[in-house]
């Protein structure tokens, strides 16, 4: 099976910079999505195919793909951005969640 | 608007069965793949199945191949889960999920998630 490893949290004040990295076997080979889960919702997806985002996520969310790391950046932090976020690969048809990246802004 | 509507889920001893439905609105049913993702209390996302626009492929997960059948009805745009010899590591939420095209290729995306149904394994 295809493993992918995030950092369990990743702390950051307002208006910075949060990077949340998701790593794996030549995952840069890979396309990576990104989901975003707030409390007591539903994930909603945030970026696929590496760095492409869907209708209506701001744009301070980005991505990059590249060897063994993908990476989420959220430029400028804002206190609704906390969350977990999960990053997602298919591998021989079975699709892989990493294990998660608990976001807190504050 | 897209809508997803699971149902179905409750309390089951271990060992028994229950059948997750979910009532799909608002797109085009048949053209998409759909998904079930499952998440255990306090623990992360786990994928559990995909089928194809027309049903005819499904990928199961380890965890749950052999005991568990995804089908689709596409004249009544709904998804059933039938869980079978269930044990209490299956407890979770489970969410109903439309992909992003007709087939799970590795371009696939889960693109809109149900709110989910609770299942729980115990005796």
Do not use: H
Request: charged share 15%.
């Amino acid at each position: 099976s295809y493993d992918l490893t995030q950092p369990p949290s990743v702390s950051v004040s307002p208006g910075q910079t949060a990077r949340i990295t998701c790593s794996g076997e030549k995952l840069g080979e890979k396309y990576v999505c990104w989901y975003q889960q707030k409390a007591g919702q539903s994930p909603l997806l945030i970026m696929y195919q590496d760095f492409q985002r869907p209708s209506g996520i701001p744009e301070r969310f980005s991505g990059s793909n590249s060897g063994t790391t993908a990476t989420l950046t959220i430029s400028g932090s804002q206190p609704v951005d906390e969350a977990d976020y999960y990053c997602q690969v298919w591998d021989r048809n079975t699709a892989t969640f990493g294990g998660g990246t608990k976001l807190t802004v504050l | 608007e897209i809508q997803l509507l699971e149902s179905g889920g409750g309390l089951v001893q271990p060992g028994g069965s229950l059948r997750l439905s979910c009532e799909a609105s608002g797109f085009s049913f048949i053209n998409y793949a759909m998904t079930w993702v499952r998440q255990a209390p306090g623990k992360g996302l786990e994928w559990v199945s995909s089928t194809s626009g027309n049903g005819i492929i499904t990928y199961y997960g380890d965890s749950v191949k052999g005991r568990f059948t995804f089908s689709r009805d596409n004249s009544n745009n709904t998804l059933y889960l039938q869980m079978n010899s269930l044990r209490a590591e299956d407890t979770a939420v489970y969410y109903c999920v439309k992909g992003s095209a007709i087939a799970t290729t590795s371009t696939s995306a889960f693109e809109i998630w149900g709110r989910g149904a609770m299942v729980t394994v115990s005796s």
